[in-house]
């Protein structure tokens, strides 16, 4: 009897090691840690930091098999970590500090921030630009959920600059391009909407006026948050989960053409994808809010930033007046996440 083959050994041997590869696949799935996270909307751009880690295995290296649910407005995500729904939410760091003076508030606490910088700009027409607060009087406001972080950022904004909230209309509008066409119909003046659409709108050379709310309103844009007991109980998972977010942002910052990371993003339904030439332009804009504070507090949540965007929530009535915002966060897992 003759043996296989040179082509048929190659095969067999091939078969081998493909059978191997997938048995210790299996087996690191069957190892990893099932955890939930939530994002405040839709999957868009501005949440690259984990559908990165997700699509590029950055997770799972990590011995994690990280859900990403997609949420319906930040109010929503934090009221899923209240209720236990999840392990980790992002969120905008003025929900974290409304929520915290609330019943079961108290028992939220920001593992990271994840944008240092506002990620929200308010759009109006040319025809009739709204660029201050001031300006907003009598006007309707568009914002993208009831109680949400970019409804927060606006009274916030009309406090700092003295302006009655009751004299600012609001309604909900799109996070896309497609909310000029209201502003054309009358039914709102302008409206807040995250760093992807300017970018968009500029790409696509519509005219409008755009400017960042920190203008005003300094406050960090957005953190991960989580319930104290949780995290108590899985520390290592929360070290994990940002170990893997900071090297997914690590490869990100350094992939100069982002093939790699958009190659990573194919498997997510994520409208900005739609337009090749679009999405490495928002995702650029977007990578800056990681850095507002400096690579050096990537991920870290900055003592300063976060005492001065508390002062103008309690100014405005949505945190205890003389409180300490140190008490609402803690870079116990970055720095080991970092170590």
């Avoid at 290592?236 to 900071?246: E, Q, S």
Wanted: contains cysteine; charged residues 20%.
């Amino acid at each position: 009897m003759t043996g296989p083959t040179p082509t048929r050994r190659a095969a067999l041997t091939l078969g081998g090691g493909g059978l191997m590869a997938l048995t210790l696949r299996d087996a690191r799935a069957q190892s990893a840690r099932a955890m939930t996270f939530v994002t405040p909307f839709a999957n868009i751009l501005a949440f690259v930091d984990v559908l990165n880690a997700k699509g590029g295995g950055y997770f799972e290296r990590e011995g994690l098999d990280v859900t990403i649910e997609q949420g319906r407005g930040s109010a929503m995500a934090v009221q899923q970590i209240v209720g236990g729904g999840a392990l980790l939410s992002r969120t905008g760091v003025g929900d974290h500090i409304r929520a915290s003076s609330r019943p079961g508030g108290d028992d939220l606490i920001a593992v990271a921030t994840i944008s240092q910088g506002s990620p929200f700009y308010v759009i109006s027409a040319p025809n009739k630009p709204i660029r201050t607060p001031e300006e907003m009087v009598g006007k309707t406001i568009g914002i993208l959920s009831v109680a949400g972080a970019t409804e927060i950022v606006l009274d916030v904004m009309l406090q700092a600059r003295g302006v009655e909230r009751a004299r600012v209309a609001r309604q909900v509008a799109p996070n896309s391009p497609a909310g000029l066409l209201l502003i054309e119909q009358g039914r709102i003046d302008a409206y807040i909407v995250s760093a992807g659409v300017p970018i968009a709108l500029q790409a696509a050379g519509t005219p409008h006026v755009s400017w960042n709310t920190d203008d005003v309103a300094p406050i960090p844009g957005q953190c991960y948050i989580a319930r104290r007991r949780t995290v108590a109980q899985n520390g290592d998972m929360v070290v994990g989960f940002l170990r893997a977010v900071k090297r997914s942002l690590d490869d990100m910052l350094a992939d100069t053409d982002l093939s790699r990371t958009l190659a990573n993003l194919r498997g997510f339904e994520i409208a900005e994808m739609r337009n090749a030439a679009l999405a490495p332009l928002i995702l650029r804009n977007e990578m800056q809010f990681w850095l507002t504070a400096g690579r050096e507090n990537l991920l870290r949540n900055v003592p300063e930033r976060w005492q001065r965007g508390y002062d103008l929530m309690a100014a405005a009535g949505f945190a205890t007046a003389g409180g300490r915002a140190d008490t609402l966060y803690t870079n116990d897992f970055v720095a080991r996440a970092l170590a």
